[in-house]
């Protein structure tokens, strides 16, 4: 049984161990035992009616353009998901009075999670993890769920490596290309000051995840011609190094103060082989892309003014619209002046890539 009920009353879950150092190996596209539990489990959690609202399969429109961003309708996400909790800081501390993942009803956690260096493979076993994935009960798509790594310990909405680790892990071990494990911090359109990721699917490629890039330092890109500025880092070696490599990157942003979005994503190469390139039959396999935006504080945006919220899912091309006239109706140009007004100002966007080339050639 994946939930059983132990004799003191309380639930005992699958615990799923994953492997924290995965290599570019360990990148393939595949069904896997995690993706059909979630499945599974996410489609129980359905029938229990435990959802603000239904969801079906996503209607989705690419637009015309230059980028082919993915329009993506849900009428009823933006009116029945939880009020966004008022923070003045991207450190804003964390407030037991107010809601939190530790405040979930039992049949909204779906598993148990930790990580282990040991793990060359998902594992399961019953028990307890440091690390849960629940459901989330405004969903974006079918099985979207939260990632949340040590909710006991009450950590604020604030980036840590494991945090980044667990994204990682649960986006390798998925095997799945439609799945995208995104961040978005306090101030750049967290509703809960409670440390947590989303993992998503969208059934379409993203602009973010062909998106051109200038090599800065290691693993480590920034975009070029692209709507609005940001960092793509790219695995390489491994997930332990991949995620240092994030975590110096967003230790600047917090040290600022600077709001920042972030997502996990399989995409094209950014490194390239000339030699492979040069063959007619070429076809560059998936890599793990982490994609990183700095970006101007939410609270300082004119919501009623803009067409969509420029959160992370938007900044990589899946604009999430709840109404259905915009749905059909929106341009390439509407979508990219929207993007355009939470983007870092690039004389600012100059001096912050500065200072994180230095600090990851330190």
């Not at 986006?171 to 799945?176: E, Q, V, Y």
């Not at 995208?180 to 699917?201: G, K, P, T």
């Not at 011609?225 to 490599?245: C, M, R």
């Not at 959160?311 to 709840?322: K, P, Q």
């Amino acid at each position: 049984a994946v939930v059983s009920t132990q004799s003191t009353g309380r639930m005992e879950r699958s615990c799923a161990t994953l492997p924290r150092c995965l290599t570019p190996e360990s990148v393939q596209i595949r069904q896997t035992v995690l993706q059909n539990l979630i499945h599974t489990l996410w489609s129980a959690s359905k029938e229990s009616n435990v959802f603000n609202y239904n969801i079906s399969k996503s209607c989705i429109r690419t637009v015309p353009g230059q980028h082919q961003f993915c329009a993506d309708l849900n009428e009823h996400r933006f009116s029945k998901k939880r009020t966004a909790q008022p923070v003045t800081s991207c450190d804003e501390p964390y407030k037991d009075n107010l809601f939190n993942f530790n405040k979930l009803k039992p049949g909204e956690v779906l598993l148990e999670a930790t990580l282990s260096e040991e793990a060359e493979c998902v594992n399961f076993s019953m028990g307890a993890g440091s690390c849960r994935i629940a459901i989330n009960s405004s969903p974006i798509s079918e099985y979207h769920v939260l990632l949340l790594p040590t909710p006991e310990k009450c950590l604020n909405q604030r980036l840590n490596i494991d945090a980044i680790e667990l994204g990682l892990s649960y986006l390798i071990s998925c095997g799945d290309p439609d799945t995208r494990v995104v961040f978005n911090s306090l101030r750049a359109f967290a509703s809960i000051n409670h440390l947590h990721l989303h993992a998503y699917r969208c059934e379409a490629s993203l602009p973010i995840e062909s998106a051109q890039v200038e090599h800065l330092a290691d693993c480590c890109y920034t975009l070029s011609n692209y709507p609005v500025p940001g960092f793509v880092f790219e695995l390489q070696t491994d997930t332990i190094h991949l995620a240092k490599s994030v975590f110096q990157a967003v230790e600047v942003l917090q040290s600022m103060d600077i709001p920042h979005n972030l997502m996990m994503t399989y995409g094209d190469p950014c490194s390239h082989s000339t030699e492979k390139e040069e063959r007619a039959d070429y076809t560059p396999a998936p890599v793990v892309r982490v994609c990183l935006w700095p970006v101007r504080p939410s609270d300082t945006l004119s919501l009623e003014e803009l067409l969509f919220r420029p959160a992370v899912c938007e900044l990589s091309g899946n604009i999430l619209l709840h109404d259905n006239d915009l749905f059909q109706s929106i341009t390439e140009e509407q979508i990219i002046s929207t993007l355009q007004r939470s983007a870092f100002e690039d004389e600012s966007f100059q001096r912050l890539t500065r200072t994180i080339k230095t600090t990851l050639t330190g």
